[in-house]
């Protein structure tokens, strides 16, 4: 099968191309046929993906990068039945390799997809804005966590920590500042064209195709990236002290239960904020808005996993 690598060689504040090279020396040895095509931009890699998947041809697309170069590339695909996904994780948080038990290091996770272990079909959630959608294998949100994502995008802070490996503590200082000056909304879910629920006091709501976002957070436990359902995380109606502490919870998925949250299974959810707020698709802030719909695509994409 024809196996194309899209390689983002700016992710983990430019520690890509490096990481690149380290992976390259081991694919040699393999003495397998590899194609290679690196991003030059932002979107880059979506538009290599719709080049290299436009035909009927099967092949492996293997993307090293970020949780956001695995959203780009996802936004790209064309024909999701003849693509296996495989993944060489270089960003900070790996959500996505978490969740889909793909290893952090490069060269383990190259081996893994030279070798796989298990070929696991993966949903592909939607967020639909207005007359556009975007794809996301990880999750999507609107409020508070998608402030926090876009500021840690452009943070000089984040680039700091990283080449200390330290990136996660960028999303910590970024919350605590980003609670003291934001103030809570008015938020109206609906789940499955249902009945509506409000929410008031509302901070986020964040909707999981896989258990984990911002860099290990695990805001829904039980999300199943197969189960052809979204796990829905509503935070409302806390002090502000008060979400700094389920944030904290949330790294052990320990939260669940608690005053002020409010977990749901659905195929298609709605959400109405009183004002708008910043969205995220798999931690690429992507715009503002008071209104999005969210629901999973009829394909699933298979993914390389141990």
């Excluded at 046929?33 to 993906?49: D, G, P, S, V």
């Excluded at 003849?82 to 060269?107: C, E, H, Q």
Aim: glycine content about 8%; overall charge positive; hydrophobic content about 40%.
């Amino acid at each position: 099968m024809r196996c194309c690598f899209i390689i983002n060689p700016n992710s983990r504040s430019q520690r890509g191309r490096a990481i690149w090279e380290e992976v390259q020396k081991e694919l040699e040895k393999s003495q397998i046929k590899y194609e290679i095509y690196l991003t030059e931009r932002r979107k880059n890699a979506t538009a290599i993906a719709a080049m290299l998947t436009a035909d009927q041809e099967e092949k492996t697309l293997v993307v090293l990068g970020g949780d956001g170069t695995v959203n780009e590339v996802l936004n790209g695909i064309q024909n999701f039945e003849n693509v296996i996904l495989g993944y060489i994780p270089t960003g900070s948080s790996n959500d996505f390799a978490r969740g889909m038990k793909i290893p952090k290091d490069p060269v383990k996770a190259l081996h893994l997809v030279l070798h796989p272990q298990a070929i696991q079909k993966m949903d592909i959630g939607v967020v639909d804005y207005g007359e556009k959608s975007r794809r996301f294998a990880v999750s999507a949100g609107i409020g508070f966590d998608a402030i926090i994502c876009h500021q840690a995008s452009v943070s000089k802070l984040k680039a700091a920590l990283n080449k200390i490996r330290l990136g996660k503590l960028t999303y910590a200082g970024i919350a605590i500042d980003r609670l003291i000056k934001d103030d809570s909304v008015r938020a109206e879910v609906e789940l499955d064209k249902g009945e509506t629920q409000v929410f008031r006091d509302t901070y986020f709501v964040a909707v999981q195709n896989q258990p984990y976002e911002g860099g290990g957070f695990k805001f829904c436990p039980e999300a199943d990236p197969g189960d052809r359902k979204l796990d829905v995380i509503v935070v409302s109606g806390l002090k502000r002290w008060q979400v700094i502490r389920t944030l904290l919870l949330a790294f052990q998925g320990k939260h669940v239960g608690h005053k002020g949250i409010s977990i749901f299974r659905c195929e298609e959810v709605k959400i109405r904020f009183s004002q708008a707020r910043a969205v995220h698709t798999d931690g690429e802030a992507v715009f503002l808005k008071k209104e999005i719909r969210m629901h999973v695509l009829p394909q699933q994409v298979r993914v390389i996993t141990s």
